[in-house]
């Protein structure tokens, strides 16, 4: 990987953690987020609500389409450390084409 964009990728996820734990405060806390956009690759670490323990996700596989009707991200792989979050996510996520909210569209312009 490249310096720039070894550089690129942590202001990236730093841009996107500010912002996500803004967006999922209600649900927890994102305690960390690794992009590696060379290899399509994002790892969480959450805090959620009423969980005893942190959940981490993985997605290797991801694409991210510009399109008329707007920005969206496809996640080709996710695992979580908890089977029902698994199941959660493979059912609403998995190779599902998900909108980019609109305030993460200037971090989705990194991505691509």
Known sequence: MGLFSKIKDKATSALVKKFANDFISDFGNLNDIIINSEQKSIYLSVDLKGEKEGVNIDITGYEVVKSQDGNFINLHNITASREWINIALGKYYLDR????????????????
């Open 97 to 112: 084409r998900i909108e980019i909210p609109s305030q993460f569209i200037g971090i989705a312009k990194f991505l691509l």
